[in-house]
């Protein structure tokens, strides 16, 4: 029989651990019984113990181990190694003071797996007592030693000792330049990142792929456009161009200072993507709000052959729920389920933030119910989604079990703008003044714009807007435009017009480009008769060069996006939409439908000002859904401004009418009607 040689097996053992194939590590192992003969060579039993514990199987690791009898650094190194590659820290340090216990020297391998899981479980003190140990043996000189000890201090917060140990190193390489840069980038001192990358080239080092994405996340963190584009150019002649890592760092640094154009140049441009670029191109255009683009993208990574990711799928997750597509947000919950990542934390997360914002409240109940885990993120979605529907007893429910003693998650900031904004929606007054006084003792969150905002919006909508008012002028912290927007909106529901003028002039001095705020205050001075001021308003609005956005509603037939204006009649099937609208008019008006003709822009004559709301862009859409849709589907519209009463009153009588569930979303929220009902509760 042919007996094959020792280090030809210690080959054979490395090659189990490079393909990570623990049934050839065990193969191996079984023919090194069986030829060898005991004691093994200590060579042989380091090789052992590295394979079994880079590839997780510690069991068989300490096994071998236990029948080793000359145990050097290199054994206990190896197994040491394993625990720290596997992220089984604790045992790492275990078996560290094992290895002391038998007074085994750690070399130069050993202190730096130290090191990272000491940093790993936040344990300075340990980190410390293992920095002495390596002055003590003389390591800490090592380059190594020292980038490890520095990296440790680093990621337990210790600066000033992290900074000792920097300039008190002899020699420092790359990674001891990039664990700076890095780990200042990671402390939010971006500043010093930039200072320390032009004394590495000061030194005459040369930057790698890790330099230089260290580097673009300190320019992202600081929106610095023009240095990273000075990198850019850096990166081109250091021959970096064809490194996809350093293209993909490019694309999240340009998503992330919101230049696009540059972003997609850059993915483009990339010979061979990696789902990581995907992802990153992915991500750049939800954060520039351009969700459609966002949708096309993850649409060309599976044409592509992409599979998608748990990053990918809640990026897109994400587009859609502000896209409120809904259908192809179920598409890709059905990619997620057979990918196997409907589990996973943050695509969960997007799913019931999916279905709260486009108004299917049960189905994000259902995906909230099933997550095995949640987050913060988690329940702040679910509280969301209730507030979108005005539900402020679920969202309170949710709120109370969120805060129980039971619970490990504790309210954010965020968190209490969702449940004041469903408290808002409700009409839940007191509920949301108690929660407001409660913030700072119960809560310890200092309240801020978004609260003073949400609290002005539930006096409001509630008709207390004078007590609004007095509560806006009692704030200490100056009003902001969604303080004094939500006034303005209390103001023309319950016809206040001369506090609605001075919450107008407040916002015209904040942002006095926004036209939706004239719009509104010459709106609600034409609703109360004042034809002349309202006309002033519009006015003042054309000698400033203010123009009004036009108003859109559109609606998705057949993977077909159909878009109306107000009065549009260039539809393809325009006569049966026309025919449509005609036809509900005539029953409406039989159920008692009264137009409310104040809501009519201009100083026309009554029946002039009920064909003029009539023919807005909502209604249209509707008419084409009854049309395109079969009966029984749900018709959702999404219209780019707040749908206005007298469209909001007619579609509630349309839901009885015909039998249908109809979703409206606007700027502002999420309608849902049904049997003459709206799940605002006229609150919006």
Known sequence: ??????????????????????????????????????????????????????????????????????????????????????????????????????????????????????????????????????????????????????????????????????????????????????NAVLDSRSHDAFDAFKELLCVGGEPNSITFRVFLNACSDTSNLELGRQVHAFIIRSGYREDVSVSNGLIDFYGKCHDLVSAEMV?????????????????????????????????????????????????????????????????????????????????????????????????????????????????????????????????????????????????????????????????????????????????????????????VDLLGRSGLVERAYEFIKKMPIPPTISVWGALLGACRVYRKPELGKIAADNLFELDPQDSGNHVVLSNMLAAAGRWEEATLVRKEMKDVGIKKGAGYSWIAVKNRIHLFQAKDNFHERNSEIQAMLGKLRREMKEAGYVPDTNLSLFDLEEEEKVSEVWYHSEKIALAFGLLALPSGVPIRITKNLRICGDCHSAIKFISRIVGREIVVRDNNRFHCFKDGQCSCRDYW
């Open 1 to 182: 029989m042919y007996l094959l040689p020792a280090n030809l097996l210690g080959s054979l053992l490395n090659s189990a651990v490079s393909t990570h194939s623990s049934f050839l590590g065990r193969a191996v192992h079984a023919q090194i019984i069986k030829t060898l003969e005991n004691p093994l060579p200590s060579f042989i039993c380091n090789h052992l113990v590295n394979m079994y514990s880079k590839l997780g199987l510690f069991n068989s690791a300490l096994c071998v181990l236990s029948l080793t009898d000359a145990r050097t650094v290199v054994t206990w190194t190896s197994l040491i190694s394993g625990c720290v590659q596997n992220g089984h820290f604790v045992s790492a340090l275990i078996h560290f003071s094992s290895m002391r216990c038998e007074s085994v020297q750690p070399n130069d391998f050993t202190f730096p797996c130290v090191f990272k899981a000491s940093a790993a479980l936040q344990m300075p003190i340990t980190g410390k007592q293992v920095h002495a140990l390596a002055v003590k043996a003389g390591q800490i000189c090592d380059v190594f030693v020292g980038c490890s000890a520095f990296d440790m201090y680093s990621k337990t917060g210790l600066r000033v000792e992290a900074h000792k140990m920097f300039v008190e190193m002899p020699e420092r390489n790359l990674a001891t330049w990039n664990a700076y840069i890095s």
């Open 267 to 455: 993915f483009n441009r990339i010979g061979w993507r990696n789902e990581v670029s995907w992802c990153s191109m992915l991500a750049a255009f939800v954060q520039n709000n351009n969700e459609e683009r966002a949708c096309m993208v993850f649409l060309q990574a599976r044409k592509e052959g992409v599979e998608p990711t748990d990053f990918m799928v809640s990026c897109v997750l994400s587009a859609c729920a502000e896209l409120g597509g809904l259908e192809l947000g179920r598409s890709v919950h059905a990619l997620a389920v057979k990918a196997c990542v409907e589990e996973n934390l943050f695509v969960g997360s997007a799913l019931v933030d999916l279905y709260g914002k486009c108004g299917s409240i049960k189905e994000a109940e259902l995906v909230f119910n099933e997550m095995p885990e949640r987050n913060l993120v988690t329940w702040n979605a679910m509280i969301g989604g209730y507030a979108h529907q005005g539900n402020a007893d679920m969202a309170l429910a949710l709120f109370e079990e969120m805060t129980s003693s039971d619970s490990v998650v504790v309210p954010s900031y965020v968190t209490l703008v969702s449940i004041l904004s469903a408290c808002s929606r409700a009409g839940a007054v007191e509920t949301g003044m108690q929660i407001f006084g409660s913030m700072r003792e119960k809560y310890r969150i200092e309240p801020g714009a978004e609260h003073y905002a949400c609290v």
